[in-house]
């Protein structure tokens, strides 16, 4: 699967916001570590857009960092 499809699924199951909760990384934080601003990352956790390009790559890298290890 490639770090597109994976993030789309992430997001649109809520995997993403769970991940960042469970570690409890507010969204400032996961906003400076991905680049992007605050509001960019509730936008991709709420569904109202998707993150595209270098921002996906980023984000992609950054929650696959955060992932429950089992």
Known sequence: MDYRTELTRWLEEGTARRWRDAQRIPRKQAAA?????????RRWETGKTTPVGDNARR???????IEPKT
């Open 33 to 41: 570590d991905v680049g992007v601003d605050e509001a960019t990352i």
């Open 59 to 65: 984000y992609h890298r950054w929650l696959r960092s």
